[in-house]
């Protein structure tokens, strides 16, 4: 097992302080390179978004970890209501509401990372990367230190707001599509009219979304070219796609008015799949998500080739755990979202 980075760092200093110390000091060098080779080039934390949503999501962080307990606590009092109560009990269909879930998923994951953090004595592996799918990129940006949780839970509901207004005013749908490549789809998309890719999921898994009789017309015609599945999802917001444009405008004011801080660490764009570092890119990057794809596949592959070799999914569910393992087949996924998850992996870290 490898001493913690903090520890490696603590002894480092002692040695090369002493005289008498040197040959120690040349030893810990390279542990020392050992060390941020494993703990920090090799990782990064990923965050999911909107459909890892659950009734019961996060009790059992609640009631274990007291600074997980502060996160949710925070998030009640900002927002004014009991959130916690409606992620702990719901009723489903509310906590469904993408004005909800969207807070809901982002006090999930930033109280299962506080979790984590306190489980690991506060020696959890840093990252070199963040990143976040959707509506998870504001939990990057929080856990990455460029956003406030308490600014970013009123980011998140007023996104949430504008999204659900945008849905209202031009309803669309969404699908899912197994089997095709990209370039089919895209073609496909061409052919129906008002439908794009709303997420490149992972290789042949991807998620179209636009007016719902263009989308009707891709999926059967997604069907003709054999795709393996294509499924209309129960959604009535057509995310990431043109039809959010009114949720840009309203969004708009909210994102400029809130205070950004430069990352501590780099962000892989959901829109570019590439490093956000700048507090300017990170507001453009929160506009132009709403009417763009997610790029998670390319992100994936961008921080494996940046040397990542483990990814850390921080927060409810295990789907991007899944998906990075299909894209990453190198690296290693770990699901990070529950208090069993957490145990397991702090044993795993101390074995």
């Excluded at 939990?139 to 209202?168: H, P, Q």
Aim: with cysteine; hydrophobic share 50%.
């Amino acid at each position: 097992m490898y001493a913690s980075p903090a520890r490696a760092r603590q002894t480092f200093s002692f040695c090369t302080r002493s005289p008498m110390g040197w040959d120690n000091a040349a030893r810990f060098c390279i542990q020392t390179h050992l060390i941020y080779n494993r703990y920090i080039m090799t990782t990064a934390w990923v965050f999911p978004g909107q459909g890892s949503q659950f009734v019961g999501m996060a009790r059992d962080l609640y009631e274990t970890y007291a600074s997980a307990r502060a996160v949710i606590d925070a998030a009640d009092a900002v927002l004014g209501f009991s959130l916690s109560k409606l992620m702990f009990q719901g009723p489903e269909e509310e906590l469904t509401d993408t004005l909800n879930a969207q807070p809901a998923l982002l006090t999930h994951s930033i109280a299962a990372l506080a979790a984590l953090q306190q489980a690991t004595a506060y020696e959890l592996e840093p990252a070199a990367w963040c990143a976040g799918h959707s509506l998870g990129e504001f939990s990057a940006l929080v856990a990455a230190g460029a956003l406030d949780f308490a600014d970013a839970v009123k980011l998140v509901r007023a996104r949430g707001a504008a999204m659900k207004r945008a849905g209202e005013l031009r309803p669309g749908a969404m699908a899912a599509i197994l089997g095709l490549d990209d370039a089919k789809l895209e073609e496909i998309c061409r052919e129906a009219g008002a439908v794009q890719v709303a997420n490149y999921n992972a290789p042949g898994q991807i998620v179209l979304s636009g007016e719902k009789t263009a989308l009707a017309h891709a999926v059967e015609l997604a069907k003709q070219a054999g795709a393996k599945r294509a499924i209309v999802l129960a959604v009535s917001i057509a995310a990431h796609s043109e039809l959010m444009r009114a949720a840009v405008q309203e969004f708009r004011a909210a994102v400029l008015n809130t205070p950004l801080n430069v990352p501590r660490i780099p962000i892989v764009s959901n829109v570019t799949a590439e490093p956000l570092r700048e507090p300017e890119t990170l507001r453009q990057e929160m506009l132009a998500q709403l009417t763009s794809a997610v790029q998670w596949v390319r992100g994936v592959e961008f921080m494996q080739a940046q040397g990542v070799a483990k990814f850390l999914e921080i927060g409810p569910k295990d789907v991007l755990t899944g998906l990075n393992k299909r894209i990453a087949k190198r690296a290693t996924a770990y699901p990070l979202g529950t208090r069993e998850n957490i145990v397991t992996y702090v044993e795993g870290m101390t074995a």
